[in-house]
């Protein structure tokens, strides 16, 4: 697969597999660590504008700062 047709493995489903198992990595926690992944990113100076603007549109998908696990306050 080359990198410019703009898919990612994650939006890559596996034929036989249930939705649950499809959704495995789709937990509140996964959902956490994929917000914190794209905050980093707009902090860090060596990132470039474009992959910023990415990162922000995706946080913004992911919820904003609701996304974030203890935002959510469960558990604690």
């Given at each position: 697969m080359s990198s410019s047709n703009n898919v990612s493995h994650q939006d890559i489903t596996a034929p036989g597999l249930s939705e649950a198992d499809q959704n495995i990595n789709n937990s509140v926690e996964d959902q956490?660590?994929?917000?914190s992944g794209h905050k980093a990113n707009l902090s860090n100076p060596n990132t470039s504008e474009e992959s910023k603007k990415?990162?922000?549109q995706a946080l913004k998908e992911l919820?904003?700062?609701?996304?974030?696990y203890g935002k959510?306050?469960?558990g604690e």
């Open positions: 956490s660590h994929k917000a990415k990162s922000e919820g904003g700062e609701e996304a974030f959510q306050g469960k």
